[in-house]
T-cell receptor, first 114, second 114 residues
Framework: KAGVTQTPRYLIKTRGQQVTLSCSPI?????VSWYQQTPGQGLQFLFE???????NKGNFPGRFSGRQFSNSRSEMNVSTLELGDSALYLC?????????????FGPGTRLTVT | GDSVTQMEGPVTLSEEAFLTINCTYT??????LFWYVQYPGEGLQLLLK?????DKGSNKGFEATYRKETTSFHLEKGSVQVSDSAVYFC?????????????FGKGTLLTVNP
């Protein structure tokens, strides 16, 4: 079974621009989560979607948004990029119905804002 | 809120040495506990998990036991290899809270020398 895929793997943007990152979950998984990883803050939760509905959102400004499509694929968008948005963005999928809520991660998208 | 504290790194060991990485947690409910591993340039891989007290998770020679009385989930391996060099993250999910996310520790960098 194919794993979680994320595109693109690397991205360089200029401050003030916007960016869209894409995530395809493991087949059959209905939950998709996004995390931001930085050296200073570690792994921080952005949001989680299940069956096209956002169930939880982390403590990030409104410039960060996401959505999930009917095929469970997900996108996240960051508008008006700031230098501090440079990070590795990780997508994770989960069946969504398991009590343990284990998640399986993609390779990440490395975003650099200049 | 939920939190995870793991030992500060970096940890440097010689091949075949014994490894322990300490992890303690705070949670309001009955969390599930995980160890994830991140190799350079990659996303996170689920290493092992435990979903209830006294459960032992194990994989690839690594073990961790869910200790509710000490709120701990320490990672151990009897004989490390150079290929085990990576960053290790302890994490929890709290299915009863319906917040649908993983809470991570800050990560421990392990370097194994030949």
């Amino acid at each position: 079974k194919a794993g979680v895929t994320q595109t693109p793997r690397y991205l360089i943007k200029t401050r003030g621009q916007q960016v869209t990152l894409s995530c395809s979950p493991i087949s059959g998984h209905r939950s998709v989560s996004w995390y931001q990883q930085t050296p200073g803050q570690g792994l921080q939760f952005l949001f989680e979607y299940f069956s096209e509905t956002q169930r939880n959102k982390g403590n990030f400004p409104g410039r960060f948004s996401g959505r999930q499509f009917s095929n469970s694929r997900s996108e996240m968008n960051v508008s008006t990029l700031e230098l501090g948005d440079s990070a590795l963005y990780l997508c994770a999928s989960s069946p969504g119905g398991t009590a343990s809520y284990e998640q399986y991660f993609g390779p990440g998208t490395r975003l650099t804002v200049t | 809120g939920d939190s995870v504290t793991q030992m500060e790194g970096p940890v440097t060991l010689s091949e075949e040495a014994f490894l322990t990485i300490n992890c303690t947690y705070t949670a309001t409910g009955y969390p599930s506990l995980f160890w994830y591993v991140q190799y350079p340039g990659e996303g996170l891989q689920l290493l092992l998990k435990a979903t209830k007290a006294d459960d032992k998770g194990s994989n690839k020679g690594f073990e961790a036991t869910y200790r509710k009385e000490t709120t701990s989930f320490h990672l151990e391996k009897g004989s490390v290899q150079v290929s085990d060099s990576a960053v290790y993250f302890c994490a929890l999910s709290d299915p009863g809270s319906s917040n649908y996310k993983l809470t991570f520790g800050k990560g421990t960098l392990l370097t194994v020398n030949p």
